[in-house]
């Protein structure tokens, strides 16, 4: 079944940029999606389909996936983007929901 | 606006069952596929199940499956979540969230949640 890896934190300094990287075995091949969960609230869609960003999502937040890694990019960093954020994908042969384990972004 | 609410979470001792409700309005209820997500104490997200929009396929995580039951009123517009012999490990907030189709597709409105406690 499908396990998608995502590093336990990232953090990074007001204005500089965001990698969060979604690993697994040929995740290219599928649509990946991204939420981010702030303390105390529901988490929010902010990437859907690898690259798309929902309507009241600052452009600043941007997706890619090839190969063996999505990546969901923030740029320009800021405060209030320190959150949890979890990678999605639809597993086929099992007909199930996978979330990556999740990674906290620190902004320094 | 789309919204969500969850409600029915509380403390209950293990091997019992609890029902979790979800109430919806600000969009057509039943043209949706709808999802249960929970989120236990310092872990991560985990899907719990998937309802499609007219109840006729249900799938499960393999940690509920044959445990819990997902079901919906679309004459209501609730979902709702069946929990029998509860864990320890059920111990979690649970969301339930919209599917952008009547199916399997992300998922791009969250309710609150509410919180289970399984604990003796």
């Known amino acids: 079944s499908y396990v998608l890896t995502q590093p336990p934190s990232v953090s990074v300094a007001p204005g500089k940029a965001a990698r969060i990287t979604c690993a697994e075995n040929n995740i290219g091949s599928k649509s990946v999606h991204w939420y981010q969960q702030k303390p105390g609230q529901a988490p929010v869609l902010v990437i859907y389909?690898?690259?798309d960003r929902p309507s009241g999502i600052p452009e600043r937040f941007s997706g890619s996936n090839s190969g063996n890694t999505a990546t969901l990019t923030i740029s320009r960093v800021e405060a209030g983007d320190e959150a949890d954020y979890y990678c999605?994908?639809?597993?086929?042969?099992?007909?199930?929901?996978?979330f990556g384990g999740g990674t906290k972004l620190t902004v320094l | 606006q789309v919204q969500l609410v969850e409600s029915g979470g509380g403390v209950v001792q293990p091997g019992r069952s609890l029902r979790l409700s979800c109430a919806a309005s600000?969009?057509?209820?039943?043209?949706?596929?709808m999802n249960w997500v929970r989120r236990a104490p310092g872990k991560g997200l985990e899907w719990v199940a998937l309802i499609w929009y007219d109840g006729t396929n249900k799938y499960y995580a393999d940690s509920v499956e044959g445990r819990f039951t997902s079901s919906r009123d679309n004459s209501k517009k609730t979902l709702y979540l069946q929990m029998n012999s509860l864990r320890a490990e059920d111990t979690a907030i649970y969301y339930c969230a919209r599917s952008t189709t009547g199916g399997s597709s992300y998922f791009d409105s969250w309710g609150q949640g509410t919180l289970v406690t399984v604990s003796s």
């Open positions: 600000g969009f057509t209820f039943s043209t949706y596929g």
């Open positions: 999605q994908v639809w597993d086929s042969s099992s007909d199930h929901w996978v």
């Open positions: 389909y690898d690259t």
